[in-house]
């Protein structure tokens, strides 16, 4: 395996897969390489039914500080409308791996630590749910070389922590830290960084305990409702309330309730 395959890593541990974001030296930093195994990873987590459960993480000190500018630097001699044509071909290569993120039926847990910048910061958002370290710190940093964001932050980011809020985000760049990601929404927790990989898996364990229909369609119905009318939403409710009525976690959800015990999901 060479080194531009290990940028990063997909683990497997029953039903969960963990994309390990494996480029500590640079800041877990995004080059052309890792942007292909991130795609490819995606895609092959996308392709397993097996999968209830995913989580995203970054070895070494930090998550992920935002694209490897190195990469850009090496396109900068060309003319203008050469550099317009490979960019945009690269950022929509990538935005596969956040579109089928979005699409998966499990649940997509980020697990931060450190720096979450630039597409760091969008990968993250792109997620279901987030645990961040207390020393995590979280900039857009995309205006502060002139670009503008990719990798699905300005859908994610509105939808998130609103409007007003995601404009600031973004436009001002200004670094800000776990407790304001918190205050804001854009993170679920916030733990001593020691105690990170214990919380992160106690959330695993809840997900992949959980009744697998019934929490596929709750981020089905979710992720769908911002283009949804009311009456669309209500069908779609209803539709899925039906199909989880149909399902044995249900059988077994409601005799767990009424002999006052735990229920045992997915038996």
Same mark, same amino acid.
């Given at each position: 395996?060479?080194?531009?395959?290990?940028?990063?890593?997909?683990?497997?541990?029953?039903?969960?897969?963990?994309?390990?974001? &494996?480029?500590? #030296?640079?800041?877990?930093?995004?080059?052309? /390489?890792?942007?292909? =195994?991130?795609v490819?990873?995606?895609?092959?987590?996308?392709?397993?039914?097996e999968?209830?459960?995913?989580?995203v =993480?970054? &070895? $070494?000190?930090? @998550?992920m500080?935002?694209?490897?500018?190195?990469?850009? +630097?090496?396109?900068?001699?060309a003319?203008?409308?050469?550099? %317009?044509?490979?960019?945009?071909?690269?950022?929509?290569?990538?935005?596969?791996?956040?579109e #089928?993120?979005q699409?998966?039926? +499990?649940?997509?847990?980020?697990?931060?630590?450190?720096?979450?910048a630039? @597409?760091?910061?969008?990968?993250?958002?792109?997620?279901?749910?987030?645990? !961040? !370290?207390?020393?995590?710190? @979280?900039?857009?940093?995309?205006? &502060?070389? !002139?670009? *503008?964001?990719d990798? $699905?932050?300005?859908?994610?980011?509105?939808?998130?922590?609103? /409007?007003?809020?995601?404009?600031?985000?973004?436009l001002?760049? %200004?670094?800000?830290?776990?407790?304001?990601?918190?205050?804001? $929404?854009?993170?679920n927790?916030?733990?001593?960084a +020691?105690?990170? !990989?214990?919380?992160? %898996?106690?959330?695993v364990?809840?997900?992949?305990?959980?009744?697998?229909?019934?929490?596929?369609?709750?981020?089905?119905?979710v992720?769908?409702?911002?283009?949804?009318?009311?009456?669309?939403?209500?069908h779609?409710?209803a539709? *899925?309330?039906? #199909?989880?009525a149909?399902?044995?976690d249900f059988?077994?959800?409601?005799?767990?309730f009424? %002999?006052?015990r735990?229920?045992t @999901?997915?038996?």
């Amino acid at each position: 395996m060479t080194a531009a395959d290990e940028s990063i890593l997909l683990q497997r541990d029953g039903p969960v897969a963990t994309l390990v974001l &494996n480029r500590p #030296q640079s800041l877990n930093t995004l080059d052309l /390489a890792m942007m292909q =195994r991130l795609v490819a990873h995606v895609a092959a987590i996308a392709a397993d039914r097996e999968v209830r459960c995913v989580v995203v =993480r970054g &070895n $070494g000190r930090h @998550f992920m500080a935002g694209g490897d500018l190195r990469t850009f +630097a090496d396109r900068l001699g060309a003319p203008g409308s050469e550099r %317009q044509a490979w960019f945009t071909t690269m950022v929509d290569e990538l935005h596969a791996a956040i579109e #089928q993120l979005q699409r998966l039926p +499990a649940p997509v847990i980020a697990s931060v630590h450190g720096a979450v910048a630039g @597409f760091g910061l969008s990968l993250m958002a792109a997620c279901d749910l987030a645990i !961040a !370290a207390e020393d995590a710190y @979280f900039n857009s940093a995309y205006r &502060n070389i !002139a670009l *503008s964001p990719d990798g $699905g932050a300005t859908y994610s980011l509105p939808r998130v922590v609103g /409007a007003k809020k995601a404009m600031e985000i973004l436009l001002l760049g %200004q670094r800000f830290d776990a407790a304001e990601a918190l205050r804001i $929404g854009l993170v679920n927790r916030v733990v001593p960084a +020691a105690e990170l !990989a214990r919380v992160t %898996q106690e959330l695993v364990d809840t997900i992949v305990n959980g009744p697998r229909v019934a929490l596929a369609n709750i981020k089905r119905l979710v992720v769908r409702s911002s283009a949804s009318s009311l009456s669309e939403q209500l069908h779609a409710e209803a539709m *899925s309330f039906g #199909q989880c009525a149909a399902s044995d976690d249900f059988v077994e959800g409601i005799d767990a309730f009424l %002999q006052k015990r735990s229920p045992t @999901f997915g038996r």
